[in-house]
Each structure stands twice: as structure tokens, then as C-alpha cells.
């Protein structure tokens, strides 16, 4: 967890270093749009109006693909830990899958609520938050139920996956 948090800030530091430099020569070029403030250990832009997503999209495009990568490598390593915990204690690691459905159904109802394209706070549809917030209960008690099946004591002496870990 500590080498995801350093994979992860190495990643995001420069995007935020990128962001602030963008914003700066926005600032410089357009002094009527923008306010500066700076002081010892501060440094403030304030674009007024729309910020043209260009200042913000080109820092970003190699922050994404970090991410997704460490990411995977966390999920990984914590899906190998979680089937050997599993397999300890004699039970098959498919167990480990089962909030899966949940965090998959609950990732797709975001994109749904949050990612239309015109979405107006005006004219709610109350379905998708219904189906996300029940989405959100099962997928907890699917997490609590895993938890349960991890916390369960290992069997004294080999069963069908080997001998116990030591």
C-alpha cells in the first residue's frame, strides 16, 4: 500500500506541477481573465469564466495510464493475497470474486448517472441513484461476508490446497 501511495503521488505531482504551469501562462496571457495571488507559501490563479480544458487535459494524459497500471498491479497483488488467505483456512478462492458483480454494476451506474452528456440537475431521474444505492448495500454486505471468509481460522494441518502457510 505505501509503494501504491509513492507509485501514485510520483505520478500525480508532476500532472499538478503541469496543471499550475498551464494555469500560469493562461494567467500571464490573459491578465484580465485571471487573478494572482502569491505570498510565502502560496500561490493562488483564479480564472474567471470557463477554463479552457487544454490547461488541464495535456498534464493529464500521462496520468491516466499510470494509474490504470498501478492499479492493476495493486489488484493483483491483493487478489493473490486474498486466494492464499482463502486457500489457508480451506476454502476455494472464487470466494474472493464475489463483491466483483457489485463494484462492476456499481462502476457502470456512475458512468451512467455522472457521464451523460447534458446531464441537468433540473430534470433528476431518481432510477439509476435507486439502483446505485442498493448496488452500494449488496455490494457491502457481499465485502462483509468476504471478510467474514478471511478472518476465519486456518486449518491445523494440510487440507485439499497443501500445507499451512507459516
Partial sequence: MVLNMIAGMAAGVPMVFGIVRNMAAFAAAHPDRATVTSGP???SVQIDGPVPPELMLEP???FMPVVAIVALLSVLLLAAAVVRRLHDSGRR???GLLPLPFLATG???MIVVFGRVGFSPAEPD????VVLFLNN???LAALALLVV???RPSDPGPNR???PLD
Fill in 41 to 43: 507559501g502560496q500561490y
Fill in 60 to 62: 493529464m494524459r500521462g
Fill in 93 to 95: 478462492g472464487w470466494w
Fill in 107 to 109: 462502476l457502470i451506474a
Fill in 126 to 129: 431518481v432510477v439509476p441513484f
Fill in 137 to 139: 448495500i449488496l455490494y
Fill in 149 to 151: 471468509q478471511l478472518c
Fill in 161 to 163: 490446497f497443501g500445507p
